[in-house]
T-cell receptor
């Protein structure tokens, strides 16, 4: 089946630790995105990548880092510099051209204790 | 940046009722999507509709790009329609989507 997978589904970490969230897609999409969602809120863009080895900051990139070494994978690292990392994280992908739909993975709920 | 507003913020319906959700945006867009977020957090694509009207079963959507709004119609609502409905837009010349704050729909049996 083609789709977007995120792992793990739930993640607990101690304050001050870096943590990496996985996002993989087998849709052959060029563009991938990371969003953050806080309870009762909409989605805010963290980072996006339109091509391998290139990525751009979104609206709330501080405290996060990404890499795009493969077309299929776009991992997100939540660093200790992120002041309030507890949130629901969603990964998405699209073919990559303008005028294109985004498709979302199931999300990762990160709780920092 | 572009501003996206959705109304109403919350909506409670009896099963079988119809509803209209609205999305207003502050700038010209070349891309607009409607999503349904289910209770487990999964975002489900409903419509890709930068302009015009589309229908899919009990749901339909209309975007009037020149007047900067989109409408999502839900007819004969069911309890499984409950959740949060988001619109997301990509402004002309932009490279990414901006999401509205969502409309939380509760359909009661």
């Amino acid at each position: 089946d083609g789709g977007i997978t995120q792992s793990p589904k739930y993640l607990f970490r101690k304050e001050g630790q870096n943590v990496t969230l996985s996002c993989e897609q087998n849709l052959n999409h060029d563009a991938m995105y990371w969003y953050r969602q806080d309870p009762g809120q909409g989605l805010r863009l963290i980072y996006y990548s339109q091509i391998v080895n290139d990525f751009q900051k979104g609206d709330i990139a501080e405290g996060y880092s990404v890499s795009r070494e493969k077309k299929e994978s776009f991992p997100l690292t939540v660093t200790s510099a992120q002041k309030n990392p507890t949130a629901f994280y969603l990964c998405a992908s699209s073919i990559g051209t303008s005028l294109d739909e985004q498709f979302f993975g199931p999300g990762t709920r990160l709780t920092v204790l | 940046g572009i501003q996206v507003e959705q109304s109403p913020p919350d909506l409670i319906l009896q099963e079988g009722a119809n509803s209209t959700l609205r999305c207003n945006f502050s700038d010209s867009v070349n891309n607009l999507q409607w999503f349904h977020q289910n209770p487990w957090g999964q975002l489900i694509n409903l419509f890709y509709i930068p302009s015009g009207t589309k229908q899919n079963g009990r749901l339909s959507a209309t975007t009037v790009a020149t007047e900067r709004y989109s409408l999502l119609y839900i007819s004969s609502s069911q309890t499984t329609d409950s959740g949060v409905y988001f619109c997301a837009v990509e402004r002309v010349g932009g490279q990414n989507f901006v999401f509205g704050p969502g409309t939380r729909l509760s359909v009661l049996p």
